[in-house]
């Protein structure tokens, strides 16, 4: 059975920084790539960061480069999402997500999800 649990959004001022974790088991952690996803109020979801399953590929959306980071720990079955000079339009709830399939993560259709964990950035 695979779950993927998503961790440490919470409310943090803007220009502040926060580390989301997605902890994961059932998966065959090594082969997949992962990644997040983030959804605002009355936006859909979109796709921020993406990261292959050897590591050497990541993929961000222009919204988060250069203030976000994504990482993942293979040894442990975990990535992560070092978000840092956070801004208000940050504010969404924050899915983890992986796919076998690279294109399946950058169409926004991946196989496995996570369930949300909110981040709220107050101005």
């Known amino acids: 059975q695979v779950q993927m649990v998503a961790s440490g959004g919470q409310v943090v001022q803007a220009g502040g920084a926060l580390r989301l974790t997605c902890t994961t088991s059932?998966?065959?952690?090594?082969?997949?790539?992962v990644g997040w996803f983030r959804q605002a109020p009355g936006k859909s979801r979109e796709g921020i960061a993406l990261?292959?399953?050897?590591?050497?590929?990541?993929h961000y959306a222009d919204a988060v480069k250069g203030r976000f980071v994504v990482s993942r720990d293979n040894a442990k079955s975990r990535f992560f999402l070092q978000m840092n000079s956070l801004k208000p339009e940050d504010t969404a709830m924050y899915y983890c997500?992986?796919?076998?399939?690279?294109?399946?993560?950058?169409?926004?259709?991946?196989?496995?999800w996570g369930q949300g964990t909110q981040v709220s950035v107050s101005s």
């Open positions: 997500a992986a796919d076998r399939v690279a294109s399946n993560m950058l169409a926004g259709r991946p196989t496995y």
């Open positions: 059932g998966l065959n952690f090594a082969d997949m790539n």
């Open positions: 990261i292959s399953w050897a590591g050497g590929n990541t």
